[in-house]
């Protein structure tokens, strides 16, 4: 099982049902990958752009 994502990322998920189900529907290994570069930033600022990165890069990938 996989732990929760960071505070930033879920609460990005919660503003995009549809990056949410996408998300959910990756393998864990992305879902952590997706976690683990959001977490990494020290800075809270760079956390929120880095999950807003994510939805974006989410949703082109399903887009194609």
């Known amino acids: ?3 929760a994502p960071p505070a930033e990322l879920a ?5 995009d049902p549809k990056a949410q189900s996408l998300f ?3 393998p864990p290994s992305h879902q952590r990958e997706y976690s683990l570069w959001i977490s990494e930033a020290k800075r809270p600022a760079t956390r929120h752009e880095r999950a807003a990165k994510a939805i974006a890069m989410i949703l082109a990938k399903a887009s194609t």
Do not use: G, I, V
Request: proline share 9%.
């Open 1 to 3: 099982m996989n732990p």
């Open 11 to 15: 609460e990005a998920l919660a503003t």
């Open 24 to 26: 959910q529907a990756l």
